[in-house]
C-alpha cells in the first residue's frame, strides 16, 4: 500500500529538504580549501538551493492561505485541503469536497486536470 500525505505537508518536506541540501553542499566547500574558484562553486550552488527553499516556502504560504479549511470526520481536527482530493494533515483520513468521489478508493489522479478519458480532443 502506498503512504499518502498532505499535498501541504509534501511541499513543506521538500522546502525542508532543499535547506539541508543547500547545506550539505556548503559544507563540500571545505573539501576543497585549495581551489577558490570551486568554493565559491559548491557555496554558490548552496546558496541557490536555500534560496529555492525560501520561494517554495513563500509560495505554498501563499497557496495554504487559500486552502480550503475542512474538519475531518475521522479525528475532528481542522486540517487544510488542496484539490478536489486530498489527506487529513493529522490522521491520514482520506478527504475529498467531490460528492462524485464519496465512498470511492484514494487515488491522487482525481486531482489531475486532463484524465485519460478527456484526452480525445473534446
Avoid: H
Amino acid at each position: 500500500m502506498k503512504k499518502y500525505s498532505s499535498k501541504i505537508n509534501k511541499i513543506r518536506s521538500f522546502a525542508l529538504a532543499l535547506i539541508f541540501i543547500g547545506f550539505i553542499v556548503m559544507y563540500g566547500a571545505v573539501f576543497f580549501k585549495n581551489s577558490v574558484i570551486l568554493v565559491l562553486l559548491f557555496m554558490g550552488l548552496g546558496l541557490l538551493c536555500i534560496i529555492a527553499s525560501t520561494v517554495v516556502y513563500l509560495w505554498i504560504g501563499l497557496l495554504s492561505t487559500r486552502a480550503v479549511k475542512v474538519i475531518c470526520p475521522n479525528c475532528g481536527k481542522q486540517t487544510k485541503m488542496l484539490g478536489r482530493v486530498d489527506i487529513c494533515m493529522y490522521c491520514n483520513e482520506p478527504l475529498t469536497l467531490d460528492p462524485s468521489l464519496e465512498g470511492k478508493e484514494f487515488s491522487e489522479e482525481y486531482n489531475r486536470k486532463i484524465n485519460k478519458k478527456n484526452e480525445g480532443g473534446t
